[in-house]
């Protein structure tokens, strides 16, 4: 199967939401289209999984051990939440919808674009343009907040994504310092790989530095997280899940590619020193602003920085860290899904996303608050669900690796996070609920709680047990990420 079909079938679909007409029969079944290319993306994706080996299409579009792993992710992740579409579009029928419908699909496009680009400049224009299509689904609600929250994303991305490109111009630049006849400068990331130790090292480390900036941005780290507590908390909880596991997740695969190159290159240690530092430092403030935190979806926004933190520090860490880190990339993104449209539910059916104004979820939404309960267990890494085994993993590999100071602050500041988080939650789920939330007409459904069951048995079964087959996926990614060819 052709590799760009990964690509070509979301953006068909989005397409096809274009040209439905805007009539209320186009209204009604345009939100179809989008699980249509969820559940289409991830059978292609299963497909491909079950290839015996990777799939070359061509030089720019490579399927290699780590974007297969990744592709799983973001699909299973998309699928499953893109059934929420038509029963949330449809609960908001007084809004057009069409905008929503394009962009969704085309995003998938365009993370799938992500992950399978081999090309230093194919990867910089896939990212930015998951911007251009993201800003739109922020500004979803039209309110003065959203239309803010989506200019500071597209402002702070972009500055973000210049800073990427100026690191790929310093990448390329450090290639033409080798001094062979027969090399010929080369943007593909396995060429880069290939000569990695032939570059010259002053300009990869001011590469390096600044890509983990540009892309970091992208991904939410702290300090660069300012876009985030805006876009979460202005857009709906479909697009926060998406964004929090999903476009974030394709951001820190560009990071983990460059991260290769530094490895070939014999350098990691200079990148471990930024990536351990920038993680650490990203978990640690989100911690502090996760405390009294009065609004449940800018809660949500901190604790995915805190989670981008764990990432690149597992990353940084090497070894079993990054096994810990490529797992917890899977487990994040579905908990963060549950999180969101449980979130969603919520506020629609109070009208209010104020932690001081939501009282009684499980008396007015006892689906949702149930699960929303389970999500803050699952997101602070309790048992038995599947990022407690990821973030367990990655304190041992800091033990092993005898990083003793650094294991104790990042156990301490999971604490605070935990406490901060649970707090937050509980006084939402507990209590008598408002006389205003009576009022408002949403209540939990099949359609609308669908997703949430799914997310929660699939992080459920995987804190239990790994499969196999998705254990030697992380062990192939791994080897692939640290150049053990």
């Not at 992740?77 to 057009?96: M, Q, T």
């Not at 351990?276 to 502090?288: H, N, T």
């Not at 926004?301 to 990339?329: D, K, N, P, T």
């Not at 929303?372 to 038995?384: E, I």
Request: one cysteine or more.
């Amino acid at each position: 199967m052709p590799l760009y079909l990964l690509i070509l079938v979301p953006l068909v679909a989005a397409l096809a939401a274009f040209l439905i007409p805007r009539s209320l029969w186009g209204r009604w079944w345009r939100p179809f289209l989008v699980p249509i290319s969820g559940i289409s993306h991830l059978a292609m994706v299963a497909y491909l999984l079950h290839t015996a080996t990777p799939l070359n299409s061509d030089t720019w579009l490579v399927l290699d051990p780590l974007n297969r792993l990744m592709l799983l992710v973001i699909s299973l992740l998309f699928a499953i939440c893109s059934l929420y579409v038509p029963p949330y579009l449809h609960l908001r029928n007084d809004e057009r919808n069409r905008i929503f419908c394009i962009c969704l699909p085309a995003l998938l496009g365009l993370m799938s674009l992500i992950l399978l680009s081999h090309h230093l400049g194919l990867l910089w224009v896939a990212v930015e343009a998951t911007s251009l299509v993201t800003a739109p689904l922020i500004y979803f609600n039209r309110s003065p907040l959203s239309i803010e929250a989506a200019w500071k994303y597209l402002l702070v991305c972009s500055v973000g994504i210049a800073l990427a490109l100026l690191g790929s111009f310093f990448l390329a630049y450090s290639s033409l310092q080798i001094r062979e006849e027969v090399f010929t400068s080369t943007l593909l990331f396995d060429d880069l790989i290939r000569v990695a130790p032939k570059l010259s090292k002053a300009w990869l480390h001011v590469a390096f530095a600044t890509l983990l900036v540009g892309y970091g941005t992208k991904m939410g780290l702290a300090p660069l997280h300012a876009w985030k507590p805006d876009a979460y908390g202005e857009a709906p909880g479909i697009v926060g899940a998406l964004l929090a596991g999903g476009v974030t997740s394709c951001a820190f695969v560009a990071i983990i590619r460059f991260t290769s190159i530094m490895h070939a290159a014999g350098e990691f240690a200079y990148a471990s020193k930024l990536l351990i530092g920038l993680g650490i430092f990203s978990v640690v403030l989100a911690a502090i602003f996760l405390i009294r935190q009065r609004d449940i979806k800018r809660l949500l926004a901190y604790s995915s920085v805190e989670h981008m933190g764990i990432l690149v520090l597992g990353l940084g860490i090497g070894g079993l860290g990054c096994f810990a880190s490529l797992f917890h990339v899977l487990n994040n993104s579905l908990a963060k899904g549950i999180l969101f449209i449980a979130a969603a539910n919520i506020h629609r059916a109070y009208g209010s996303k104020s932690i001081d104004l939501v009282r009684g979820a499980f008396r007015r939404t006892p689906w949702s608050g149930a699960f929303l309960l389970l999500g803050m267990f699952a997101v602070t890494g309790s048992p038995p669900f599947s990022p407690f085994v990821s973030m367990f993993t990655l304190v041992q590999a800091m033990f092993a690796d005898g990083r003793t100071i650094l294991t104790t602050v990042f156990i301490l500041v999971l604490l605070i996070a935990f406490l901060g988080i649970s707090m937050s939650f509980l006084s939402i789920l507990q209590g008598e609920p408002p006389e205003d939330a009576a009022k408002t007409p949403y209540h939990d459904s099949l359609g609308t709680v669908l997703p949430l069951v799914l997310l929660t048995i699939t992080i459920t079964f995987l804190g239990v047990y790994l499969p196999p087959e998705l254990e030697s996926m992380l062990n192939a990614a791994v080897a692939y990420v640290e150049v053990v060819r």
